[in-house]
């Protein structure tokens, strides 16, 4: 093809190495009639002064950036009919890098976007190689539900741009939320492998936790799955599933009456995700009253085990893992079932929000592990007082937080699944099969006498 009006934009900062030879194989390809348009992110180096020498005349400088913001602006600069994304750090493969990107459109009337393939070079290292090899495959496509796209070598049309600007918001994925949207108005994204570039910097699939993390987040809202949801599976497994809970008396009856709210709470955001048996632990001649209290509070469908005075279900001195074996116990000999979960919960503490619960459940089910428990990481330094009075630091360095090991205090009773079995055979603390959940939720217990 020839003729065409095309606008390539390019987001640079500090790319002095890469992007002479970005422009030297652009000024080669068999299309001629383009423009170029570099959008800087205060580069502290010479690239700007290189754009200039390769006689790139729209030269914009951009604060604050995200990609879609960088990328709009270059857009509203350009007067190509089609525009045209590189990175900096992408060498066109060969002249007929533009010319089969711009044919990509020819293939259908609703293609609105095109993406090229992206290949390593040479020295690329492996995590880099391992991505773009498996990402960007050797036949081209058609994607009308797919809404993979990748700014780093792509084109659309100008005319979808002025009805769909890139999200500014987004730290990533932009192109993908943009595809996703003109897919949903019923156009098409086309996959042109023959439109190759090599790419230095590769996907960043196996950099810094924050942009996994927030490439992962962004990748969940744009799938056409709720992945959130508690698969099918789980659902089954949780039939052996039971929830424990401890009462006891209580002088303020306010703080048993918030507890029994939060208990409530409790009961209904479970029973939204999963019907499983709730069991309530009291002491006899606090059966009555709280049965009635939770009746009043509309909370049904759980069995009331009573505390036994000679065994000693429990007791302020009670270690959890203890009472929880003899409520196994309990339950197999009520319901004939073996137990294959007990999830704790103490009222004293606020409900887990569904997605914590979520969080554990699907954890849980979909892990090999003996404990799933919500906890938060600890900032400052931990010490252990020992029986003589003396401390012992549980870090052996005086690190900043950074670079410290991750110290996580765990809360219990605010939400955990505990395996039955480990917990029969007292095998949960000597296993490293448990996971914390970081959660986002308070912590703070309100001052009810209940086992913690």
């Known amino acids: 093809m020839t003729n065409v009006e095309v606008s390539i934009i390019i987001r640079t900062k500090n790319e002095s190495r890469w992007l002479p030879r970005c422009l030297a194989m652009i000024s080669l390809q068999t299309i001629k009639s383009y423009e170029v348009i570099i959008v800087d992110n205060e580069s502290l180096d010479n690239t700007v002064e290189i754009a200039r020498n390769f006689g790139v005349k729209k030269v914009a400088t951009i604060k604050d950036y995200t990609p879609g913001k960088a990328l709009n602006l270059g857009a509203k600069l350009a007067s190509g009919t089609y525009l045209v994304f590189i990175s900096a750090h992408c060498v066109p493969y060969n002249d007929k890098w533009l010319e089969l990107l711009i044919d990509g459109f020819a293939i259908h009337p609703a293609v609105c976007g095109v993406y090229g393939r992206q290949i390593p070079l040479p020295d690329s290292d492996e995590h880099n190689t391992r991505d773009l090899l498996s990402v960007f495959r050797d036949e081209s496509r058609i994607q009308r539900i797919d809404s993979f796209f990748h700014n780093a070598n792509s084109a659309i049309k100008r005319q979808f741009w002025l009805e769909n600007p890139f999200d500014m918001d987004l730290a990533n994925l932009e192109d993908?939320?943009?595809?996703?949207?003109?897919?949903?108005?019923?156009?098409?994204?086309?996959?042109?492998?023959?439109?190759?570039?090599?790419?230095?910097?590769?996907?960043?699939?196996?950099?810094?936790?924050?942009?996994?993390?927030?490439?992962?987040?962004?990748?969940?809202?744009?799938?056409?799955?709720?992945?959130?949801?508690?698969?099918?599976?789980?659902?089954?497994?949780?039939?052996?599933?039971?929830?424990?809970?401890?009462?006891?008396?209580?002088?303020?009856?306010?703080?048993?009456?918030?507890?029994?709210?939060?208990?409530?709470?409790?009961?209904?955001?479970?029973?939204?995700?999963?019907?499983?048996?709730?069991?309530?632990?009291?002491?006899?001649?606090?059966?009555?009253?709280?049965?009635?209290?939770?009746?009043?509070?509309q909370v049904s469908t759980i069995t009331l085990f009573e505390r036994k005075i000679e065994n000693r279900l429990y007791s302020e001195e009670s270690d959890i893992l203890e009472v929880l074996g003899l409520a196994v116990q309990e339950i197999k000999s009520l319901f004939h079932n073996q137990p294959e979960v007990i999830f704790f919960f103490n009222p004293q503490y606020s409900p887990p929000t569904e997605a914590d619960l979520l969080n554990i459940i699907s954890t849980y089910c979909s892990s090999d592990v003996d404990l799933v428990v919500l906890g938060k990481r600890t900032e400052g330094i931990t010490w252990i007082k020992e029986s003589d009075g003396s401390f012992r630091s549980t870090d052996k360095s005086l690190l900043p937080n950074q670079t410290r090991q991750n110290v996580f205090e765990i809360f219990l009773g605010a939400g955990s699944a505990f395996s039955a079995h480990a917990i029969i055979n007292k095998s949960l603390l000597e296993t490293r099969a448990i996971r914390i959940i970081d959660s986002s939720r308070s912590m703070q217990r309100i001052g009810l006498n209940i086992v913690k």
Not at 201 to 221: A, P
Not at 234 to 243: I, L, V
Not at 248 to 255: L, Q
Request: aromatic fraction near 12%; hydrophobic fraction near 40%; charged fraction near 25%.
């Open 176 to 297: 993908q939320a943009w595809a996703k949207s003109r897919l949903e108005a019923d156009h098409l994204i086309y996959y042109q492998a023959e439109a190759m570039v090599y790419h230095h910097d590769g996907l960043h699939f196996h950099q810094s936790k924050e942009r996994t993390s927030g490439v992962v987040k962004t990748l969940k809202q744009l799938s056409r799955f709720d992945l959130e949801q508690l698969p099918i599976f789980a659902r089954e497994r949780m039939k052996a599933w039971y929830s424990v809970c401890l009462f006891d008396e209580s002088k303020n009856s306010g703080m048993l009456s918030e507890c029994i709210e939060n208990y409530a709470a409790f009961m209904s955001q479970f029973n939204s995700i999963a019907k499983i048996k709730h069991i309530v632990i009291a002491s006899r001649n606090f059966m009555t009253q709280l049965s009635s209290l939770l009746d009043d509070a």
